[in-house]
């Protein structure tokens, strides 16, 4: 072991560093005048963050507009994007490192003194008053006196990941605030979402109640309850981001990651689900992986779907959506740590949606994922490319024909062009300033864009969203400041298992 590298969970890695993060950055390829053009929209979207954070806990709303209408609520994924917004902001020297230290350092103090189970962040909270609520404009969780599987008690695996990330990107960019962080760090518990019972040679274990994925991450923890009974099966989503955090501190094994499902696996055992109602039947091969840790292998279906009519391979989401895929991209160097895998898979994600948009539904514009709908409803749909237009059998997401009654395809988002920014940068960044062309309603200058578009029509939803309006900021930092979230997450210890299991992988993807 050279002089260079660290031990970490028995593996020699290279120094953090010293490691080479980012061999492919997106700000090489954007001219000038185009970096320009970004930096203005990031100035323009930070002026929402200085308007949605309530003024007495410091805690980010959950949304503004349409009209005067706010969210005055929040959750732990709001927190932890805000959090990497607030870094984003310093990076790009839209504020000083004085004041984005005061900001996160007001909102932590707060984050402090609210309810708490095992470090996590219950579903929803009061901005007005920091206090746990069941649900958006809910009654206060004090006032419940027996506990219930409900929202004042339910701990979110994903949302709470996000949470974590977002203390990660802060204490290694902020280093002066890294007291405060382990403070909220240490009593986390990621073993609770961990369904460690015994795991067999199926895809399922037949001997567990409803013939359950062992080894997978529980979609959630109902505090003094125990798991939710459901698992986050799919892998290419966002909840992996609580498996990437989870192991890096030493709380999940690697069994997590070998299985949970690229796509839904064949049968092989009588036992297993029939998961034939799926998008596509996808191709691919079984290979056996041994985890780089402990060296227990593990039987992994790597399979694909194609993009009909193609030879373009990808990875599905479940319901089509862009941030689905690509969200923790954006702290995750998931396309240097990954090149063979996720990496190749958030470029193929970016490709089918703008193919699929531009080619087959005849749109102007492209990028769709759960946002806003595009009216002044107010109201949230669940957007995605799911590939209605070629049938049965060629869909695009993993639900298929399951989504037609949830999912629908008339809306673009731009956060979803942000997302794109850094594997397919030029496709995308032509696609914001179309988005602004064809629709300059879409975009003012007191917070960038507005959440919705059904380009169709030209309708726009006048709503933001703090979780889209993040993914905007964490896309421009990270293009406009050399990888900066990507190379923040890197430099944190806990980021060693997302480079161990990205590269010890390879798809059916070339």
Known sequence: MGAGAMVVGGLALPNVASARYVNDASHSRLTDEQRATLLGIAKDTWTFFENDVDPVTHLPLDNIGPGPTRGAYTSAA???????????????????????????????????????DHGFLHQWYSTATGHAILNPGDVDCSTQ?????????????????????????VRSALPELRPMVNALIAPMDFSIFYDDRAQTSCNTNPDVPGNQPTGQMYGGYYTGQGPAGYHNGALYSDPRIAMYVGMGLHQMPGDVWWRTWRTLP??????????????????????????????????????????????????????????????????????????????????????????????????????MSPSSTADDTGDY???????????????????????????????????????????????AYANIERLRTLYPDVYSADGGFYDAVNPTTGAVGHRRLVLDQSMIMMSLDNALENNALRRHFAADPASWAARVYLGAETMSLR
């Open 266 to 367: 064949p049968k092989q055992c009588a036992t297993d689900p029939d998961f034939s109602w799926q998008g596509q039947i996808p191709a691919g091969y079984w290979t056996t992986i041994s985890d780089p840790q402990t060296g227990k292998p593990f039987r992994v279906w790597e399979g694909h779907y194609t993009y009909p009519g193609t030879t373009l391979r990808f990875i599905p989401t479940w319901g089509g959506g862009m941030f689905e895929g690509l969200m923790a991209n954006e702290i995750v160097p998931e396309t240097t740590w990954g090149p063979r895998g996720f990496g190749l898979a958030d470029v193929r994600l970016a490709q089918v949606q703008m193919r699929y948009a531009t080619e087959q539904l005849k749109l102007p514009v492209w990028g």
């Open 78 to 116: 709001n927190i932890g994007v805000y959090l990497e917004s607030v870094v984003a902001a310093n990076d790009l020297k839209l504020i000083s490192r004085s004041e984005a230290r005061s900001l996160i350092s007001a909102t932590l103090t707060t984050v402090g003194t609210m309810q708490r």
């Open 381 to 427: 749909g669940i957007f995605g490319a799911v590939g209605q237009a070629f049938g049965p059998g060629n869909a695009l997401s993993q639900c298929g024909a399951g989504c037609a009654n949830s999912a629908t395809e008339t809306t673009v988002t731009p956060h979803a062009s942000f997302l794109a920014l850094g594997v397919i940068p030029h496709e």
């Open 145 to 169: 006196t027996t506990p219930a599987q409900d929202n004042c008690s339910f701990l979110s695996a994903v949302d709470n990941g996000w949470y974590a990330a977002g203390l990660l990107v």
